[in-house]
């Protein structure tokens, strides 16, 4: 049976809120800058429900957990809260009414890895161009690359009068065959791979994200979701700076 966490240390409340740092909350509970559903606390140990009404120097916050999840996403499906006419990622079950909203994007003719967080300040630090976080895609493309064209890729193409960053293009020819290719990104212009590839003449037949930083894809079945574990967390907090 597991049991569903109620509590939680204030000092560790405040940092899942995105409020804080762990240290900086310890500081912020020591000056009696912090209530708890109208009192002063001084201790950073004391443990406060989830629910809890949190002020910080009178400005109120709601308590709620920093929650992180992932998604498979199939092709055809839309990276967007709401559609009037498209099937969107935020009608998977596990993502209703969590609060949660997709960090990034894959377009509607890609699938594979998505993130999913309440955290904002842990979504607007995985997008930061700043935070250069790597993601690979494998990718299925309507003929073998020619001699020279994974080099070409990897130096920077030039789309429309800006030079993409360097990028890592290999071949999967070993693993799967040789129309496949590994990408690896540490930006994220829209559709990048896609319009890298028209500049040769090279198509795109499908298009899977597999890991994004430390966070790998797996075995996860194409449509389903899941929370990541607090290890997964971590990582993808030092992935990108950005205390526990």
Same mark, same amino acid.
């Given at each position: ?10 000092? !560790? #409340?405040? =940092? ?9 909350? %310890?500081? *912020?509970?020591?000056?009696? $800058? ?90 607007? !630090? #995985?997008? =930061? ?9 494998? %990718?299925? *493309?309507?003929?073998?690359? $020619? ?90 907090? !030092? ?6």
């Amino acid at each position: 049976m597991v049991t569903k966490l109620t509590h939680a240390p204030l000092h !560790r #409340l405040l =940092s899942k809120l995105g409020l804080a740092s762990r240290t900086q909350a %310890v500081e *912020l509970v020591g000056a009696g $800058r912090v209530r708890v559903n109208g009192q002063v606390v001084h201790d950073p140990q004391q443990w406060s429900p989830w629910d809890s009404l949190v002020e910080i120097d009178r400005g109120v916050v709601q308590a709620s957990v920093a929650r992180l999840l992932c998604l498979h996403k199939r092709r055809g499906v839309v990276t967007a809260r709401v559609d009037a006419r498209e099937k969107v990622v935020c009608d998977h079950p596990m993502l209703r009414d969590t609060g949660c909203g997709p960090v990034g994007r894959l377009d509607k003719a890609s699938e594979g890895l998505l993130l999913f967080t309440n955290d904002t300040r842990l979504a607007n !630090r #995985l997008t =930061s161009p700043e935070a250069h976080l790597p993601k690979v895609y494998e %990718v299925r *493309l309507d003929r073998p690359l $020619r001699s020279g064209e994974l080099e070409a890729l990897g130096a920077g193409i030039d789309l429309g009068g800006e030079l993409t960053r360097r990028s890592t293009w290999t071949s999967m020819e070993e693993e799967r065959n040789p129309s496949w290719v590994r990408v690896q990104l540490r930006e994220g212009k829209n559709r990048q791979i896609r319009r890298m590839l028209g500049v040769l003449g090279v198509g795109v037949q499908r298009l899977i994200r597999t890991a994004i930083g430390p966070l790998q894809l797996g075995s996860l079945a194409r449509g389903a979701a899941r929370t990541l574990d607090e290890e997964e967390v971590r990582a993808l907090r !030092r992935a990108v700076a950005q205390p526990d």
